[in-house]
């Protein structure tokens, strides 16, 4: 008897605690930011009603993000790549989702973005990067925009210094951040070309993305070598480049010795024009 009165208290603990944490995640609940119970956030928010697909191109190493809100199936995609473009639409096809916005987290030197075909592939869908890119685009984002899709946005974070117009979209709850090419997995983006500077991109990750919550999860652009996902407090421990001082940032940059995209002097061009270009 006393311990069957011990599992129902046990019982109706556990049922508050998930009920106050599910309270907390509500779809634009303001209360969402500051959530205590972030850890688990992002699987709950996809079981909530967030549908949400990595998906990798090979050639260029880059990923691309499927976001859409499973009920009213608005959905963005973040760094389409012109080469998976079909794929991509095939996938929003059989899942019956609205594509709104194709975004592109900065003017990419590597690949050409999928954004222009998607336009012509997809009616409706608008085109989106920083204005501080210099690219033509529909819709032209800067620091703390919302994009929204359904019951849900991506906020924007500006963070330049591989590119000028380098942004970071996170989740209003701020579980997930989709860094582009300004944090990678155990490495960043380098800044040797382009309007790269290393002492930008330093300040932007410690003031951009640092201050995320530490098990916000980090979703870059590309990995090259086979990693998926990392988070705040892993990349703030263990980033070999991010750890360091400023000064020993700045040296490890100017040394990477990295040779150039070999698509560069094609993807540049086509990326000023995204959404636009003949393709
Ligand atoms: N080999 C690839 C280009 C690889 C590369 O330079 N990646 C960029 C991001 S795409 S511009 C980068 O910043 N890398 C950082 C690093 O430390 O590797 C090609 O020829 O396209």
């Known amino acids: 008897m006393t311990s069957l009165v011990i599992r129902q208290k046990a019982a109706l603990r556990a049922a508050r605690r998930w009920s106050s944490a599910a309270a907390l995640l509500e779809p634009g609940s303001p209360q969402a930011v500051g959530s205590v119970a972030r850890s688990y956030c992002a699987r709950m928010e996809q079981d909530r009603g967030l549908l949400f697909r990595q998906l990798f191109e090979s050639v260029s190493s880059t990923y691309t993000y499927l976001l859409a809100d499973k009920e009213s199936k608005e959905a963005v995609l973040i760094d389409p790549v012109l080469e998976t473009v079909e794929r991509d639409v095939k996938l929003i096809e059989e899942l019956g989702l ?25 009616f409706g869908v608008k085109s989106a990067i920083s204005r501080h890119s210099g690219a033509a685009a529909d819709l032209l984002f800067s620091e703390g925009d919302r994009i929204p899709f359904g019951r849900y946005s991506l906020v924007v974070r500006e963070t330049p210094g591989h590119t000028d117009g380098c942004v ?27 309007q790269g500077c290393a002492q930008r991109l330093y300040d932007s990750v410690h003031q951009k993305i640092f201050t995320l919550p530490g098990h916000c999860l980090i979703y870059p652009a590309h990995d090259y070598k086979g990693q998926t996902v990392s988070t705040v407090d892993e990349e703030k421990k263990f980033n070999p480049r991010l750890t360091k001082s400023l000064d020993e940032f700045v040296d490890i940059m100017n040394n990477l010795n990295l040779p150039r995209p070999a698509k560069i002097d094609v993807a540049v061009p086509a990326n000023l024009v995204c959404g636009l270009h003949d393709v």
């Open 98 to 122: 609205t594509l709104k916005v194709a975004v592109n987290t900065h003017c990419h030197a590597d690949h050409i973005t999928g954004t222009g075909l998607l336009k012509k592939r997809v």
């Open 168 to 194: 970071t979209l996170v989740t209003s709850d701020q579980s997930m951040a989709f860094t582009g090419d300004a944090l990678l997995i155990r490495g960043c983006g380098r800044t040797d070309f382009q």
